[in-house]
């Protein structure tokens, strides 16, 4: 006789054998264990900010969150700042993205007088090759940030200082 043609094992309070009638029963956790599936505590997923909490319809969510993206490409960390601190109290999806927002342009700020630091050092050659660099890069990112943003998906910059959380 094969495996295959061995009969499941009979239980005594399902006497029909296989699965038990409540459905299947996951296995017991170890204590102090979390599940593999659940953040640590302290974490936050990127996804655990969703549209449609707050005051603001889930259009006027997704257009000021894109605005906040945006416009930090193009006007640094100035248009960001605003929309955040103008809308951060009526959706928790503005705030999540505004802050975002406002965090990488900090991070390009940095950047862009690191360059200027390091200009004065080398006689202007590197402000004149990094700066434009750092604002295609920022410019690059804004947009990608409020293309997401529009779509509803809460938008992660790969590389920014998060000091305003």
Known sequence: MSDQ?????MDDDNPQG????????????EP???????????????TAVALGQGKLSETDEKTMSMLAHI?????F???????WLIKKDESPFVDDQGKEATNFQITILIGLVASFI???VTVGCATVILSPLIW????????LGGLEANKGVAYRYPFALRLIS
């Not at 960390?77 to 929309?83: A, C, D, E, K, V």
């Open 71 to 75: 416009l930090g490409g193009v006007t």
């Open 77 to 83: 960390i100035l248009g960001p700042l605003i929309i």
């Open 136 to 143: 295609v890069v920022s410019l690059i990112f804004a947009i």
């Open 18 to 29: 296989g699965t038990p009638p409540g459905g299947d029963i996951p296995p017991a956790q």
């Open 118 to 120: 390091l200009g004065v």
């Open 32 to 46: 102090g264990v979390p599940p593999s599936d659940v953040p640590p505590s302290g974490a936050t997923p990127a």
């Open 5 to 9: 043609d061995t009969p499941p094992p």
